[in-house]
């Protein structure tokens, strides 16, 4: 027995979920149900490709471009797909506008349902059992945990996304942002400000 | 009732605080986008639907206690060897051992740009009209059911009122069960903190749920 488990011991120095995960790719590989080269395509493409800036770019072409934010809030499917944003896990989007009244949080209380063309892979707290559990119930609450505290008078409108329509926040523009250019303004828009957890940074923030 | 989902936590307490990340913390462990890929190309088989995967994992029994893409590996392991497409033995022996079963699409490398930009549309054509009109009162569906639905459980049996129609959409509920996609038509229903919550709610507070029609009754 003792012989055993160090000779077990000699073959798992990786956790056993890296093991599982290795055993798995092995078997489906050696089965032909799929492309290895695939697998490396799809690891680059949510690494480098699909990410929040695209997000970023969508909310700040609608903060300088009055009739794209318009096309944006009646079909944000194919306003988002102008900018050549689209397709798996965002194949209904809908936009929902931040106001001085109303502030929008997205959450999947069922399982991890997010907007993958315009911010990419969901952020572990965003699948996390207290997100999700309380964004419903204490939004105030989960804003303190991301340090934010918004008016008392201020109405919290929460997106549960519960079937294929996937929801993206448009947070309101910095004050004092009139100069900046449209990139600049991108660059002030923060994932977190896109699902409802965040404000977007200000132009006297650290970069 | 032998259908159990362990992931219908919205309204639970006790979990604790949210604990923010970085933009730039995408994976945590080296197994994680290898899980993230398997799970994409496998679903790209077509050897089940999206909502036979969602199905999957918030069955598993371990839901709590695994983290997200652990319930991703476990929920893959059980629907490729419910299909017979993987046996638990060859996972456990890390080569093949069976002879391996036709799936109806293997993605290569070059066609994965075009399979994730094509996504899968979930609206289909409207073969009957609305029954509820935007605005007008509803009550949810107050059982519960014996199979997976996207119905959540603090949403059941609560009075709210249809904001937008969002077409007609493949019914979850149908679909997770390999019924067939029998679409329906889908609301956003926004109910007040105080209809879910009680005299407890956040000031100011409303939630919506995406709700098929058959989740919804007509106020009397």
Known sequence: ?207 | MSYRSHADLGGQDGHGRVVPERESELFHAAWEPQALALTLAMGATDAWNIDMSRSARETLADYGTLTYYEIWIEGLVKLLSERGLVGLDEIAAARMLHPPRPVTRVVQAADVPTVLAKGSPTQRPVTAPALFAVNERVRTRTEERAHHTRLPGYARGKIGRIEHIRGVHVFADANAQGLGERPQWLYTVVFSGHELWGDASTQGLSVSIDAWESYLERLP
């Not at chain 1, 003792?2 to 073959?11: K, R, T, V």
């Not at chain 1, 492309?35 to 690494?47: C, F, G, R, S």
Request: some cysteine; proline content about 8%; overall charge negative.
């Open chain 1, 1 to 207: 027995m003792a012989h055993d488990q160090h000779h077990e011991h000699e073959h798992s120095e990786l956790p056993d979920i890296e093991l599982r995960v290795r055993a798995l790719r092995t078997v489906l590989e050696q089965k032909g149900y799929i492309d290895p080269a695939a697998l490396d395509v799809l690891i680059d493409t949510y690494k480098t490709k699909i990410g929040p800036r695209n997000g970023a770019r969508v909310v700040a072409r609608a903060w300088v471009d009055a009739v794209f934010r318009k096309w944006l809030l009646e079909d944000a499917t194919a306003a988002i797909a102008s900018l050549g944003y689209a397709g798996r896990q965002g194949e209904h989007m809908v936009a929902v506008e931040n106001t001085e009244s109303t502030h929008n949080m997205v959450v999947c209380t069922l399982c991890s349902c997010y907007p993958w063309p315009v911010l990419g892979l969901p952020p572990t707290w965003y699948k996390s059992a207290p997100y999700r559990a309380r964004a419903v119930k204490d939004p105030r609450g989960v804003l303190a945990d991301f340090g934010v505290t918004l008016p008392v008078s201020t109405e919290i409108r929460v997106w549960d996304s519960t079937a294929e329509v996937r929801y993206l926040v448009i947070p309101r523009r910095p004050r004092g942002t009139d100069d900046l250019t449209e990139e600049e303004l991108a660059a002030l828009v923060t994932r977190d400000s896109m699902i409802g957890t965040g404000l977007p940074k200000t132009p006297n923030d650290p970069p």
